[in-house]
């Protein structure tokens, strides 16, 4: 077990990450409506996706999984708190596809042509 690779193994990134929202959780039901409602998505959307862009900005294996969870939470919460109606499907591929040619252009620049 101890052969794991460290794609498997969880970063600081995460645990800090985990602790913002934890925060913001005991907050929450510490002191009820003190947040609008909606706003813990909100919270855990962006401190996955922020997550997510501290690792693939330090060169560490970013998951694409839990880019799509953010983007679900984070759009679930201001549909929320915004009262808007944003339809999910189209955000997610956009967001995807922008994640994706970065992801892509920095192939390109490690001289990288063929994946």
Request: charged share 15%.
């Given at each position: ?11 600081v ?34 401190l ?17 999984l ?27 591929i ?22």
């Open positions: 077990m101890e052969n794991s690779s460290s794609k498997d193994k969880s970063t990134y995460g645990a800090i990450g985990l602790a913002v929202f934890l925060i913001f959780f005991g907050i929450s039901y510490l002191i009820p409506n003190f947040l609008p409602e909606g706003s813990m998505f909100i919270v855990a959307g962006s996955i996706l922020l997550v997510n862009l501290v690792k693939s900005l330090k060169d560490l294996d970013w998951d694409g839990e880019i799509l969870f953010g983007i679900a939470f984070l759009i679930s919460g201001l549909n929320k708190v915004l009262k808007l109606e944003i339809s999910f499907v189209p955000v997610v956009i967001i995807l596809a922008i994640f994706y040619l970065f992801k892509n252009i920095k192939k390109l620049k490690d001289g990288q042509i063929f994946s």
